[in-house]
């Protein structure tokens, strides 16, 4: 069975940096989406970005578009959010998300994915 556990999350200023590993066991190598996910209490979890790791292929939401950046260490079976220039609106648990799939798309809505970790805490201060 698939398991997803994160780390990297803490306490920054604003304009600092923050990297989330999430280290990804259970599923078919190379044949999945990964995606970060992130939640403010009483609020809808938000798709922040997703790669799937039969490719290079990766989706962003407008918000982190151009500061933070996913990628993937495919022999790690290995998912992480570079989170550069940091704002007090991006504090939130963030959580990462994986789903098996044989095709190359990956989208960011939290229905469409089946394993969930545990999540990790980034908070900004201005």
């Known amino acids: 069975q698939a398991q997803l556990v994160e780390s990297g999350g803490g306490s920054v200023q604003a304009g600092g940096s923050l990297t989330l590993s999430c280290e990804i066991s259970?599923?078919?190598?190379?044949?999945?989406?990964a995606a970060w996910f992130r939640q403010i209490p009483g609020k809808e979890r938000e798709g922040v970005a997703t790669?799937?790791?039969?490719?290079?292929?990766?989706t962003y939401a407008d918000s982190v578009k151009g500061r933070f950046t996913i990628s993937q260490d495919n022999r790690k079976n290995s998912v992480f959010l570079q989170m550069n220039s940091l704002k007090p609106e991006d504090t939130a648990m963030y959580y990462c998300?994986?789903?098996?799939?044989?095709?190359?798309?990956?989208?960011?809505?939290?229905?469409?994915?089946?394993?969930w970790g545990q999540g990790t805490q980034v908070t900004v201060s201005s």
């Open positions: 998300a994986a789903v098996q799939t044989y095709g190359g798309s990956c989208l960011r809505m939290a229905f469409g994915y089946r394993h």
């Open positions: 259970g599923l078919e190598y190379n044949r999945f989406c």
């Open positions: 790669i799937w790791f039969g490719g290079t292929d990766t």
